[in-house]
Nanobody
């Protein structure tokens, strides 16, 4: 069984920063890729950023230049450094990890950016 535990969400003023963390535990085999998604109220879940097993990264246009995804292979962790936060970044952020070609979701962590 695989578990994903997220942390780092919270309330921040516009222009501030937060760093999200996600740790995978359990029957960890081969991690194929890791990503962060978000879902704002009344909107569909959207990809924020992803990182492949080789370290290649991809970002949504709305966060490119402000957010940075990174990973710690030894600890099976993925991070999302969020800078210059905007009210429109307010959402529940979900960690998504592909392990042994199967996708797993974290429980989500709330990020609220006040104007």
């Amino acid at each position: 069984q695989v578990q994903l535990v997220e942390s780092g969400g919270g309330l921040v003023q516009a222009g501030g920063s937060l760093k999200l963390s996600c740790e995978a535990s359990g029957s960890i085999g081969s991690i194929n890729g890791m990503a962060w998604y978000r879902q704002a109220p009344g909107k569909q879940r959207e990809l924020v950023a992803d990182i492949t097993s080789l370290g290649s990264t991809n970002y949504a246009d709305s966060v490119r230049g402000r957010f940075t995804i990174s990973r710690d292979k030894a600890r099976n962790m993925v991070f999302l450094q969020m800078n210059s936060l905007k009210p429109e970044d307010t959402a529940v952020y979900y960690c998504y990890v592909v392990l042994n070609l199967i996708g797993y979701w974290g429980q989500g962590t709330q990020v609220t950016v006040s104007s």
